[in-house]
């Protein structure tokens, strides 16, 4: 049975969401099941099980404060999904690249937005073009490393920062857990020590940082960072 298969038989059950991305992950495949999902949705955006449809408000507050003041600003968006942060960062006026290694993830971006100026690539996070290279003022990742396992995240979270241009944000949107908990779930939320690598290791500067809980039932915490190069 392929995972397109697996996903058909009981799409939105979470048990058959949590066996699929555990059975890639144990054969060294942390990013093969990613087109499934999209795929699944048969071209209706809609349907695409985790999309809020609308973009983050936390970002969009964030966007509000306006804190690039540059004639030509450009972000970049990572595992963009169906594509509402990216035209969130475009109505604020960035020249935005929005990229996701799913192909149908992208082609449902570009139904939906026909009309779009955002650049919608199928790209590999670990593999994207040299030239991005410290490229963006803004970088926002929102739910990417938490579905990662432990052995991927730290190559993940450097290729985020590079990414970032100097004086450059990097906004994080991710499920949050504490130390030592949780550490079997999937997707598997970040503890704060992993969000302080970006201070540690990839030395950015925190300029904001936000724990909440959702307004889902039971509500999910969450936490919201923003960073400085």
Known sequence: MDTLDFLHKDFFSPQKYKEMVK?????????????????????????????????????????????????????????????DDAEALSNFGFEVTAFDISPSAIALCKKRYPDTTVCYLVEDLYDYPASWSEGFDVVYECNTLQVLPDSHRSKARVAISALLAKDGYMLVSCRSRNEGEKEEEIPKPLAKSELDLFKAQDNLQEVYFLSYDDDQEPPVPHYFAVYKK
């Open 23 to 83: 059975k890639h992950q144990e054969n060294g495949d942390p990013t093969g099941w990613f087109d499934a999902i999209y795929q699944s949705a048969k071209g209706d955006y809609s349907k695409v099980f985790w999309a809020d449809l609308e973009p983050s408000p936390y970002l969009v507050e964030w966007l509000e404060k306006d804190a690039v003041q540059k004639p030509i600003k450009k972000a970049c968006v990572i595992g963009c999904g169906v594509g």
